[in-house]
């Protein structure tokens, strides 16, 4: 027998029991993992583009004179993206 308590959950209210679930979704920082992964990538693109800068030569000729700054400011860019983003 339902008792009267409606469609609420264990007695609680509905709009609590919609608090509860806006909780259990944003359980990281970043509001929900696919931010998190974002923000990732975004630091492996950075590390990456440093190790790349470091073996640029003295007169820049190489790929890597060309390619560290693109994925420098492209792991920038996701680092920012991923803390903007509200999912």
Do not use: W
Request: proline share 3%; hydrophobic share 50%; glycine share 10%.
């Amino acid at each position: 027998m339902n008792s009267g308590q409606g469609s609420t959950h264990h007695g609680l209210s509905p709009s609590a029991n919609n608090a509860d679930e806006s909780n259990s979704r944003r359980s990281t920082p970043f509001g929900s993992l696919s931010n998190v992964i974002i923000f990732l990538f975004g630091i492996v693109c950075l590390v990456v583009g440093y190790i790349l800068l470091s073996i640029v030569d003295a007169q820049a000729t190489n790929v890597a004179a060309i390619l560290s700054p693109i994925v420098i400011l492209a792991g920038f860019g996701l680092v920012a993206l991923s803390l903007l983003l509200k999912q």
